[in-house]
């Protein structure tokens, strides 16, 4: 198992338009979390999806959002992009409410 | 609301000296400590938690309740503990699994 697998692996977008991230968990983990990570910050929560259901959802305006599909696979969706969106995002899959594994991250660059 | 903090940012000891990355935390219930660390170029990876109470390459961290401080310690540090560090939380009162981070140590090791 290559363990969580996140695409791209970077991405420029510019001011206003919208940007998908995907996010593929290891086998058998049905929960998948979402996280941003700034530039000299720790990672921050977006949203928890656990069996396509969202369990959490953290502090962002709702330009942000996510599903999570039957193979347990999800989506971060981001509409009208702003600069301060620029930012490492991370996928993170787990069991349940258990260690969570982290994929690799993708890099958004908003011009 | 919960908070994590750790004051360094930056933590330089020589090898073999111990080490000592502080992390204290604010949470009105009962919380879930972890340690993450990101080697570079590499993904962001559980180091230990507060429940199993193992030692992990030579690392520990006891959670003090009554100072609500995860301080990560190791007695000799090796050339190889150079990374990120990161405390992170999660609630265990209806927290889901999201994860509070600080916003990292990165500790370096000198010859």
């Known amino acids: 198992d290559a363990g969580v697998t996140q695409s791209p692996t970077h991405l420029i977008k510019t001011r206003g338009q919208q940007v998908t991230l995907r996010c593929s968990p290891i086998s058998g983990h049905k929960s998948v979390s979402w996280y941003q990570q700034v530039l000299g910050q720790g990672p921050q929560f977006i949203f928890q999806?656990?069996?396509?259901?969202?369990?959490g959802r953290g502090n962002f305006p709702d330009r942000f959002s996510a599903r999570q599909f039957p193979n347990y696979s999800s989506e971060l969706n981001v509409n009208a992009l702003l600069l301060g969106d620029s930012a490492l995002y991370l996928c993170?899959?787990?069991?349940?409410?258990?260690?969570?594994?982290f994929g690799p991250g993708t890099r958004l660059t908003v011009l | 609301a919960q908070r994590v903090t750790q004051p360094e940012k930056l933590l330089s000891v020589f090898k073999g000296a111990p080490v000592e990355l502080k992390c204290n935390y604010s949470?009105?219930?009962?919380?879930?400590l972890f340690w993450y660390v990101q080697y570079s170029r590499q993904r962001l990876q559980l180091l230990l938690r507060?429940?199993s109470r193992e030692s992990i390459k030579g690392f520990t961290a006891d959670l003090n309740k009554g100072e609500t401080s995860f301080h990560l310690k190791k007695p000799f540090a090796q050339e190889e503990d150079s990374a990120m560090y990161y405390c992170a939380l999660r609630g265990l009162t209806g927290g889901g699994n999201k994860l509070t981070f600080g916003t990292g140590t990165q500790l370096k090791v000198e010859l």
């Open positions: 507060h429940i």
């Open positions: 993170a899959s787990s069991l349940d409410s258990s260690e969570q594994f």
């Open positions: 999806y656990y069996e396509k259901e969202e369990r």
């Open positions: 949470y009105s219930g009962s919380p879930e």
